[in-house]
């Protein structure tokens, strides 16, 4: 209520999406012209050099997921995908970065029969992760619904691939079949579909994780960020004066 109470005496607005400033508009009956579209924006920078480290198999392809493991982030779509997606494909070694609820459900779902090829890394440090996101594949985070989705851009800065949802602000950061691969939330076959095809095509990893490279560099870059919010506050500055 606090926060819609803010919004409404607000004579300037500011979001990241066009679906988030639409979702807003309808709850708070606004015109979602109100809003002024900011992306959010991260580093361009790699602050440490990564080496690839497939320690596991180095034939194999890596897939990595980041996140809190609850069913609003997918986490149990992909839970529910993975014993398919190792079969069609076993060379395939997924990595599981996040706590939450889901947690020990999917360990004793998966780890039994799959224990070689899964690894739950829990919570991890920045170094830690920036590691993880540099040794992937593919990146998989097939949220239900996400406002925008920093873990997509994070993915972007080192040129990965990414599978995420159609829903929500997704669709504004990842473009599906360019950067990556965008399926219908909660579908477990789809999600499995879009693995085995970017798994099974590395020339496609690698194109789709340079366009995101390259968009992220474009839109998504702190500087991007930094000057569009500076010359916005300038300009409803000057109105106000």
């Known amino acids: 209520k606090f926060e819609e109470r ?3 005496r ?6 990241h999406t066009q679906n988030h400033a639409n979702e807003v508009s309808r709850l708070l009956n606004l015109n979602p012209t109100r809003f002024k579209l900011i992306p959010h924006g991260i580093s361009t920078k790699l602050r440490t050099e990564f080496k690839k480290s497939n320690v596991l198999h180095s034939n194999s392809v890596r897939i990595l997921f980041v996140g809190r493991l609850e ?3 997918g986490f149990d779509v992909l839970v529910r995908a993975i014993p398919t997606i190792l079969e069609s494909f076993p060379d395939i070694v997924i990595d599981i970065c996040g706590s939450g609820k889901m947690l020990e459900k999917a360990k004793a779902c998966l780890l039994p029969s799959y224990s070689s090829k899964i690894v739950f890394h829990g919570y991890q440090t920045r170094d830690a992760l920036d590691l ?5 594949d593919i990146f998989v985070a097939p949220s239900r619904y996400e406002s925008f989705g920093i873990i997509y851009l994070e993915a972007m800065q080192f040129s990965k691939p990414v599978i995420a949802c159609n829903s929500g602000g997704t669709p504004e950061v990842v473009l599906d079949g360019i950067t990556g691969i965008l ?3 909660g579908n477990v076959d789809l999600l499995k579909k879009a693995v085995l095809k970017l798994a099974n095509n590395k020339d496609l990893r690698k194109k789709m994780g340079r366009a995101g490279r390259n968009r992220l560099e474009k839109i998504f870059s702190m500087k991007a ?8 506050y300038l300009e409803s500055l000057t109105k106000t004066i």
């Open 10 to 15: 607000s004579n300037h607005l500011v979001t």
């Open 132 to 136: 993880l996101y540099s040794s992937c």
């Open 6 to 8: 803010q919004i409404l």
């Open 71 to 73: 069913h609003r982030k």
């Open 183 to 185: 399926v219908e939330p």
């Open 225 to 232: 960020l930094i000057g569009a919010t500076k010359s916005y």
